[in-house]
């Protein structure tokens, strides 16, 4: 089935999402609402378990230490639908550097 593209705003690259490691639950609804398939779920590694702040460690104990990770973030087009649906708030689009 062809995406929704809809609602897309940018071209691929342009911007692309960016998961609060100290936020995300591992909800997955930004896997369910993305058009492009730009996340999948993961296990948050211990190196970056260690930056997290005393609440972000308690809530990955708490989820498994699963969360949304963008494999795909350069397929992104900024529709801002991951944002929308997130609980918890944890996705923000990033603009790009441009070359
Ligand atoms: S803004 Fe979010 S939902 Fe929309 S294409 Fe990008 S990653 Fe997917």
């Known amino acids: 089935m062809q995406p929704d593209t809809s609602t897309c705003k940018q071209d691929p690259g342009v911007f692309i999402p960016v998961i609060d490691r100290n936020k995300c639950e591992g909800k997955a609804e930004c896997m369910t609402v993305c058009p492009y398939n730009v996340f999948e779920l993961g296990i948050v590694s211990p ?38 649906s997130c609980p918890e708030k944890a996705i923000t689009l990033k603009r790009m550097a441009v070359a």
């Not at 260690?50 to 397929?75: C, Y």
Request: with cysteine; net charge positive; proline share 3%.
């Open 47 to 84: 190196q970056e378990r260690a930056t997290l702040s005393f609440v972000g460690r308690l809530k990955g104990t708490a989820h498994g230490w699963k969360q949304a990770f963008p494999v795909r973030a350069e397929a992104c087009r900024a529709c801002a639908e991951c944002v929308a």
